[in-house]
């Protein structure tokens, strides 16, 4: 048998993996399949041809690269599992899983065609802001303001966009 996380040798009955240290005793361990491996962010289970923990987002594997799957298992095998194993890029420092998802797309035509009646501002979630854009509509400085909004959301990086407005992109999504 060899060791789940690392592919070492196991001698039988063994309870601790010589070659990496790890604990072979787990209840959520595979049995002894070599395509899983344990995740180093979060210590769950997961399938070994992913690059990234579906749960936590960290790194699975070092830099000598992914471990491949060695079986020849057929689809028909993982019906009824959880077949969430879409890979989605973690999310950059500052930026909570629990902010509401929203389209930087959305907000940005907002910002341009509604700017001047705070529209895009109601849709990140930021109504006394928006407000404040409705009082001085009459003046023309929202629309200026709006449209200045709008030219910024298209030039800022999706990261500086979700920690600026609080909100999550659709593809950072985690659920």
Not at 18 to 44: F, N
């Amino acid at each position: 048998m060899n060791c789940p996380y690392c592919g070492s040798e196991l001698p039988d009955g063994t309870k601790t993996c010589p070659g990496c240290g790890a604990d072979l005793t787990h209840e959520d361990l595979p049995d002894g399949t070599p395509e899983t491996v344990r995740c180093p962010g979060c210590g769950k289970t997961v399938d070994a041809s992913l690059l990234f923990c579906p749960n936590c987002g960290a790194a699975l594997h070092s830099d000598e690269g992914p471990k491949m799957r060695t079986d020849t298992r057929t689809e028909s095998m993982f019906e009824g599992a959880n077949q969430d194993t879409q890979w989605r890029p973690p999310l950059p420092p500052g930026v909570s899983p629990a902010w509401r998802v929203r389209s930087k797309t959305a907000a940005t035509l907002l910002a341009f065609f509604l700017g001047g009646f705070g529209a895009h501002e109601f849709y990140l979630g930021h109504p006394k802001k928006a407000i404040l854009y409705i009082l001085f509509a009459f003046s023309g400085f929202p629309m200026i303001i709006g449209i200045l909004k709008g030219a910024q959301y298209v030039l800022e990086s999706d990261e500086d966009f979700m920690r600026d407005n609080q909100v999550l992109l659709e593809r950072y999504r985690q659920s």
